[in-house]
């Protein structure tokens, strides 16, 4: 989605956009897509967002806007980012629909859902609260003027589409089975699903079977015949050229390296979100090949790179300079030498290790897909926890876990109390700098930003501002 953050990485942020279709249908553009239908009477909400504050964000505007109560609250499917706000709409009087089988998923895959996107960096919160209504059971859902239909869809990036038909607008919810304007995500790399053979091609039909004004996708803006065809293309393209690697015999990582060689440029023009060309690959190939645990995540090469350094002086602040000195240089892979290579000479310092996470989080910058951030957020993760197990009271591992949180909260939309709680944490360290103090009063303010307080945010911004004088970001923030 762009937005003034490209500009300025800590402007106030838009969480979600409503996008009308018609006086009766609008989508809810975020990460992910709801797209809700107006009855005469009442609403309905498809998908109900990726957390709970953004659901709360986006019941609060259809309560402004519409004035009418939301009766039904559908999931396309399991996975979590279209799951996560159902509580929110529930507590609202909503019913939840959803069919079986994606009731059953949301329990059973849940545990290794959740380990997958904890590793990716992703506090998932409160489990999803269950549909007790279940699609096969409902007829027509009447919002007064408008009806909706749920049918089962054909097998596509889950085995549990529902695709939800609203034949007065002409309007087809599709949930992931299509997703446009970015690489698609080609089911969730941590699960036996998604691009697995031609399966995809014929949900794609049926999609188009009913002839629908709008499909509105799980991801990306609303689809037309023309975004239908590129998504078609884009798993033909994967389909065929996989499966000429593999019967011709390479193996996995030279059909990566050979694939993301030969990319045509209709493919590379497509914009990186959550699915990478790297993610299709693999995702072909655990269809072909038998990977030995569900998903083919754990097949993925890492997208960290590393250098390792020559001779570097024999105390801490030696492996440091030669990290910053790397960073400026702009040569990232020898940067994580640097700073792992500190943390096997000094694997005791916390130091060490906080300042290996903080270079994995700026590499973590230059890589567009957040699935392989994921990569860099894992390490840092576990770098910091390696620092806190040696001190549990060092300041500097706790300010770059706050950041981390908050940061993450503050591009989702989510709430930032986690995040908040480490920065509290931070500050009763009396070893900290100005230079500390300042980052902690800055995230403080980005998390009071992201909640909406925009005075509470500007104090804080003004006191980094007075500990540290030098400090941009909290210059750029208050602009
Ligand atoms: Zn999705």
Redesign the pocket.
């Known amino acids: 989605m762009p937005s003034p953050a490209a500009a300025n990485p800590f402007a106030p942020r838009v969480y979600g956009t409503l996008e009308r279709l018609s006086p009766r249908v609008a989508v809810w553009r975020n990460i992910?897509n709801s797209t809700i239908f107006i009855g005469d009477h009442s609403i309905a909400v498809v998908?109900t967002q990726v957390n709970q504050a953004l659901a709360k964000r986006l019941r609060q505007r259809l309560q402004d806007e519409f004035r009418k109560p939301v009766r039904f609250a559908i999931n396309t499917?399991y996975?979590w980012?279209?799951t996560n706000g159902n509580s929110v709409f529930a507590e609202a009087g909503a019913t939840l629909i959803a069919n079986r089988d994606t009731v059953d998923f949301m329990v059973s895959k849940a545990p290794r859902q959740k380990q997958f996107l904890a590793s990716r960096g992703f506090d998932l919160g409160p489990d999803p609260l269950l549909p007790t209504v279940m699609a096969e059971d409902c007829g027509p859902l009447d919002l007064g003027g408008l009806t909706l239909h749920l049918s089962r869809g054909a097998p596509a990036?889950t085995v549990d589409p529902t695709l939800v038909w609203c034949p007065e607008e002409r309007v087809l919810v599709a949930?992931?089975t299509v997703?446009t304007g970015s690489f698609p995500?080609f089911g969730q790399p941590s699960q036996r699903e998604g691009l697995e053979n031609d399966g995809w091609l014929a949900a794609l039909d049926e999609v188009r079977s009913f002839a629908a004004l709008h499909v509105s996708p799980?991801?990306g803006p609303v689809a037309d015949v023309a975004a239908l065809a590129v998504l078609e293309r884009i798993i033909r393209w994967f389909l065929t050229e996989v499966r000429r690697h593999h019967a011709a015999g390479r193996d996995l990582p030279a059909t990566i390296a050979a694939i993301e060689h030969e990319l045509p440029p209709w493919i590379r023009a497509i914009p990186e979100v959550?699915g990478t060309p790297r993610y299709a690959v693999l995702r072909v190939w655990a269809g072909l090949v038998q990977l030995g645990e569900p998903g083919w995540h754990h097949c993925k090469p890492s997208a960290i790179p590393e250098q390792k350094p020559g001779s570097i002086g024999a105390d801490l602040a030696a492996w440091r300079d030669a990290t910053n000195s790397a960073l400026e240089g702009g040569d990232q892979a020898l940067a994580v030498g640097c700073a792992r290579g500190a943390t096997v000479v000094f694997p005791d310092q916390p130091a060490a290790w906080t300042q290996l996470a903080a270079v994995l989080i700026q590499v973590s910058r230059s890589i567009a897909s957040v699935l392989e951030k994921g990569d860099c957020f894992d390490a840092a993760r576990r770098a910091l926890n390696r620092a806190l197990t040696i001190d549990p009271a060092y300041g500097p591992a706790l300010l770059q876990l706050g950041q981390f949180h908050v940061m993450m909260a503050y591009r989702n939309g989510d709430d930032p109390t986690v995040g908040e709680r480490h920065l509290a944490a931070a500050l009763e360290d009396d070893r900290l700098t100005p230079r500390h103090r300042a980052e902690i009063a800055f995230y403080r303010g980005m998390a009071e930003r992201t909640k909406g307080n925009e005075t509470a945010a500007r104090q804080r911004y003004a006191q980094a501002q007075q500990a540290d004088p030098t400090f941009m970001p909290a210059r750029l923030a208050l602009l």
């Open positions: 992910v998908d499917h996975h980012d279209h990036e949930g992931d997703m995500i799980g991801h959550w």
